[in-house]
Every structure is written in structure tokens, then in C-alpha cells.
């Protein structure tokens, strides 16, 4: 089942249940059906696309499952084995996963939803393990590897399943409130101890080895819809991520903020500029020149400046964190596939139940289940944080030059006017000596134009008259 309910039921039991997630960064990996007692397939995957700008890995889990009632809604875990007879000739048999805590048959979706940390040794190595096989795929701009085994049962003895006890239950037929007290349908809280059953003793069954030809047929086809998985498994389709993947900027809406950053800079600029001209502009040296009025033109420049480098620069700062958001998303993604053996040339959906409870035509189902992380593979936020930290620096030192140059103007002011103030009060108490010697004139009324600030060795700020009106009549 491909595009089915079983899918998006899969990520939504995973989603909404308050069961341990797959934890860990992108490369950590995790592994459905804790237990692997009914796991037949298990194989790694590590991906990374410069073309698709993607990366992650992912793990599929092939489990084996029996369905006991018609339309297989209820399944319990099955442990698959090979039995070479002594003759040379195989039969495959399906032995019951029991929860013995519990004293339940452990059923295929809680299973399912059972996650564990994938270790490096639950991944055969190919050169040790006649099972396993390594797939990659390298091109100019893809690579994935993909590394384990699919459909392949545990080869036992004869005398190794004769040691195996039968499960007197049958295990078919049950009403609703047969199915609570028999089948594990919760999540164990702690790692059960489980035991291996025969499913229903020969006199019950009366149909000789029903499970050997639904679950070769079931792993055959599970093997190749599992090889379908790889578009899944490498993150190329995104219905199968948790969480929805953040637009990167694109070329032209870098281009456009990028623009309006720079425009908000310069817009900065010809403001501070147009105030520093029109302060050098004024009679500032004048005595009705007012100290308050001259502090809140400052300010309303400042304040002016800023607002159009802020609304202008404000698409590129919304950008930078759109970029970051997704340097930093990572989703899990999940998928599951499903294929079905059955007895004959029956469907699923026409499946009766034989004599004494037994499915005559009993199923075997075997889902692949896929659990992965991807991110982006890399983003612009370096180019777009840089672009914006240059903006940003651009307009804050011009600002700060232009308050130095502000504030050195206004000293320059106000001490002009206490030297003034000084001269006034000196030549009133000496208005009754002959000699102005030691004095110091008031200084001649000048415009703002006729001061320039001159920096000493010492650090300090003088204020020097330059009388340009003198030097042109000179």
C-alpha cells in the first residue's frame, strides 16, 4: 500500500503518541521494531544532494506480521524461520512473539512504533555477513549509500523447532473484548521478556503448514516495494516528513532586500549629511541661538536616520532569519509500505475463516517501515548575515561619526558663549581703569561656517576662528 490511509496512519500514530522519538542529530539513526524479533530486513541509508539541497539518513525495517482477522486490521508479530530438513529440502514456519510480562501476543503496530538508537553493529557488514549487501549511487552532485539486508528469514534446524513449544490459544476468531485480554495493544513501559511459540498445534490447524507459501510470497514482494523506498529514504518526497521544510531566499529576493538594505543606507547617510549642513548653515554663535532647540534637532535627525535605514534594511533582517530557521531544520520523515501473502488466488478483502477458527486462506503481511531525519543540505545564512552585519556597521559608524562631529560643534558653542559671558563680566569690573590690558575681546559675531575643528597632539579639541571673508579681502 503506497498511497493508502496505512501511511499517513503510521506518521500520525508516531506524531500525536507520547512514545520516545528518534532522538539525536542528523547522522543518528533509529530503528522501528525494538524487539527484532519479527524483523527480516533491516537497511541503512546516508544521503547527501547538492542538487536536491538535502542530507540525512534513515533506517528501513522489514517486520513480519500474521493477520488473525479478514481484513488483517489486527496482526500480531511473527518470528520467520527457515527449517532445512535433514533430507535437504526447506519449509518456512511462523513462530509467535509472546510478551510474557504482559501474557499477550505482541501486535504488529505497537511494534512498529516501538523506536530504538540504531548502533552500528545492527547494520550487517557485507564482508562479514553472507546476508548484507552495500548499494551506493555517486554522481557529480548525489550520493546515497545504502547498507544491510531485505527478506531474509533465520535459517534453523529441525531440531531447533521441535525445542519450541506450541501455543495452545487460538489465536483466530476473537470478539472485541477477546482481543483486549489476548493481544498487547499498549506500549510496554519497559523492555518485555518474550518467548518464541509455535502458532496452533497440528491437530488444530488440520491444513499442514499454513504460513510457508503467504510468507514467501509476502517477503518476495515485501524485497522489491522495499527497493521503492529509496526515493523515501534519501528525503526526495516530502509527504513524508513531520514537519514542513522552510523556503530558502531566492536569488532575486536576495537581490531585492540586498537593494533596499542599500538604499536604507544611503538614505541614512544624505540625512545625517543634510543636518551637519544645515547646523554649519546657521547663526550658531548667535546669542539667541537656544541649547534645547539645537539637542532635539539632533535627536529628531537621529531619530529621522534610523527610521529609513530600519524600514528599508528591516526585509533584509526578516531574510537573514528566514535563512537561520532553515540552516537549522531538521525533520524526521516516515513512510511505510506494506505487502500481503495470501493462500490461493484469493484477495485480502475475500478472506474467510475456516474450520475451528483457523484462516483457511491466512494471511501474512510484511511492512517496511522507514524512519529518517533529513535538513538542508546548506543555506545562505553566512552570505545574508554578512550582507546585513555590513549594512549594519556602514550605518551604526556613520552615526557615531555624526554624533562626534555633533557634539564637538556644540561644545565649541557653548564655550564660545562662556568666553563671551567672561569678557562682558571682565570689562564691566574694569570700566574705571585706563588700560584694557590683560582683557580678552569678545569675539566678533560669526556663522558657523567661519569655525573649523582643529584635533591638537594631545587629544584635545581647540576651536579656531577662520575668518574666510578676511582672507578674501587679503
Not at 142 to 150: K, Q, S
Amino acid at each position: 500500500e503506497r498511497t493508502g490511509p496505512m501511511p499517513s496512519a503510521f506518521r500520525d500514530a508516531y506524531f500525536k503518541s507520547n512514545l520516545p522519538k528518534c532522538a539525536g542529530g542528523i547522522d543518528d539513526r533509529c530503528n522501528a521494531a525494538a524487539d527484532g524479533l519479527g524483523t527480516i530486513g533491516r537497511v541503512g541509508y546516508r544521503f547527501e544532494s547538492s542538487l536536491a539541497n538535502l542530507r540525512g539518513s534513515s533506517m528501513q525495517t522489514q517486520i513480519a506480521c500474521l493477520c488473525v482477522n479478514v481484513d488483517c486490521s489486527l496482526s500480531v508479530v511473527i518470528h520467520p524461520v527457515v527449517i532445512e530438513e535433514n533430507n535437504g529440502s526447506k519449509s518456512t514456519e511462523c513462530l509467535l512473539a509472546y510478551n510474557e510480562e504482559a501474557e499477550k501476543l505482541i501486535t504488529c503496530p505497537i511494534e512498529l512504533l516501538r523506536i530504538s538508537p540504531n548502533t552500528e553493529d545492527t547494520v550487517p557488514d557485507p564482508a562479514q555477513d553472507k546476508r548484507a549487501w552495500n548499494f551506493s549511487v555517486i554522481t557529480e552532485q548525489d550520493w546515497w549509500v545504502a547498507t544491510g539486508f531485505r527478506s531474509q528469514l533465520a535459517q534453523w534446524t529441525r531440531e531447533q523447532f521441535d525445542d519450541v513449544p506450541f501455543f495452545e490459544r487460538d489465536i483466530y476468531g476473537f470478539n472485541s473484548e477477546e482481543v483486549e485480554a489476548n493481544f498487547l495493544l499498549q506500549v510496554p513501559t519497559s523492555q518485555p521478556k518474550v518467548s518464541l511459540f509455535r502458532g496452533v498445534t497440528p491437530a488444530l490447524s488440520g491444513q499442514g503448514n499454513p504460513c510457508d507459501l503467504p510468507l514467501r510470497v509476502a517477503a518476495n514482494g515485501a524485497a522489491w516495494i522495499a527497493t521503492q523506498q529509496d526515493r523515501h529514504a534519501t528525503g526526495r518526497e516530502e509527504e513524508t516528513y513531520l514537519e514542513a521544510k522552510p523556503q530558502l531566499v531566492s536569488d532575486t529576493e536576495l537581490a531585492l532586500v540586498g537593494s533596499a538594505a542599500a538604499l536604507g543606507t544611503l538614505a541614512g547617510f544624505s540625512i545625517l549629511h543634510r543636518a551637519e549642513t544645515s547646523l554649519l548653515d546657521a547663526n550658531i554663535f548667535s546669542p539667541h541661538f537656544e541649547r534645547r532647540k539645537a539637542l532635539v534637532s539632533y535627536a529628531m535627525t537621529v531619530l529621522v536616520a534610523l527610521l529609513a535605514f530600519v524600514l528599508e534594511a528591516l526585509p533584509l533582517q526578516v531574510a537573514l532569519g528566514q535563512e537561520i530557521g532553515a540552516s537549522r531544520w531538521m525533520s524526521e520523515m516516515l513512510a511505510l509500505d506494506v505487502a500481503l501473502g495470501v493462500n490461493g488466488d484469493k484477495s485480502p478483502s475475500n478472506i474467510r475463516l475456516g474450520e475451528n477458527g483457523v484462516a483457511s486462506n491466512g494471511s501474512v503481511a510484511v511492512a517496511s517501515a522507514l524512519i529518517g531525519k533529513v535538513s538542508y543540505h546548506s543555506t545562505r545564512a553566512s552570505l545574508v548575515g554578512g550582507l546585513t552585519a555590513a549594512f549594519d556597521i556602514l550605518f551604526v559608524l556613520r552615526l557615531l561619526w555624526h554624533s562626534v562631529k555633533q557634539i564637538r560643534l556644540l561644545r565649541a558653542v557653548w564655550k564660545h558663549r562662556a568666553a563671551m559671558e567672561e569678557a562682558e563680566t571682565l570689562s564691566k569690573g574694569s570700566q574705571n581703569d585706563d588700560s584694557d590690558e590683560g582683557l580678552t575681546p569678545p569675539p566678533p559675531p560669526a556663522t558657523g561656517r567661519d569655525f573649523e575643528y582643529l584635533t591638537s597632539s594631545s587629544g584635545g579639541n581647540v576651536l579656531a576662528q577662520v575668518s574666510r571673508r578676511s582672507s578674501q579681502k587679503r
